[in-house]
T-cell receptor, first 113, second 111 residues
């Protein structure tokens, strides 16, 4: 069964460093999403992406965040200058359409020291 | 902004029991999702529904659009059902993909 994959599974970085989280969505999906979950809190929407551009973003997704689909398979989330409060689990998801089931990747645990 | 409330927050059941988890939301939606989060953190989509009822194996999800309420039922619960169950809602138009999540219900099924 096709699945969403994410790398790395765990990333440790120093405050102020740039990190890139990578996702490979399901191949025929058109809509891509990033979510985050701070430890012990609920999952929060960050951004949705369709047709090579951001379709919607939350208040959390400020100028330090960016997303890119550099080729036909990868979907990346870049955090330019990490802060301690960016420590969280980041989930990528993809779907056929906006009203379709979203398939989630296993997540990347980001730890900012 | 939609507020998503789940109840109960924590639920302990004996194997074989019938389980109900509830979700209510404050603003009209295009679809409601039930998700399962395993202890390791991974999230699996169980159902997406916009009306009526869906069934998959021992899981049943219902939604009442007028009352802005959904329930997830697990029949003949098993210890492997132990997980956090999350309700998430999608809005209309461009925000359909922007899911708003509940805090989750932590289910523990004892053998």
């Amino acid at each position: 069964e096709p699945e969403v994959t994410q790398t790395p599974s765990h990333q440790v970085t120093q405050m102020g460093q740039e990190v890139i989280l990578r996702c490979v969505p399901i191949s025929n999906h058109l809509y891509f999403y990033w979510y985050r979950q701070i430890l012990g809190q609920k999952v929060e929407f960050l951004v949705s992406f369709y047709n090579n551009e951001i379709s919607e973003k939350s208040e959390i997704f400020d100028d330090q965040f960016s997303v890119e689909r550099p080729d036909g398979s990868n979907f990346t989330l870049k955090i330019r200058s990490t802060k301690l409060e960016d420590s969280a689990m980041y989930f990528c998801a993809s779907s056929d359409g906006t009203r379709d089931t979203q398939y989630f990747g296993p997540g990347t645990r980001l730890t900012v020291l | 902004k939609n507020e998503v409330e789940q109840s109960p927050q924590n639920l302990t059941a004996q194997e074989g029991e019938f389980i109900t988890i509830n979700c209510s939301y404050s603003v009209g939606i295009s679809a409601l999702h039930w998700l399962q989060q395993h202890p390791g953190g991974g999230i699996v989509s169980l159902f997406m529904l916009s009306s009526g009822k869906k069934k998959h194996g021992r899981l049943i999800a219902t939604i009442n659009i007028q009352e802005k309420h959904s329930s997830l039922h697990i029949t003949a619960s098993h210890p492997r059902d132990s997980a956090v169950y999350i309700c998430a809602v999608g809005g209309y138009g461009g925000s359909q993909g922007n899911l708003i999540f509940g805090k989750g219900t932590k289910l523990s099924v004892k053998p």
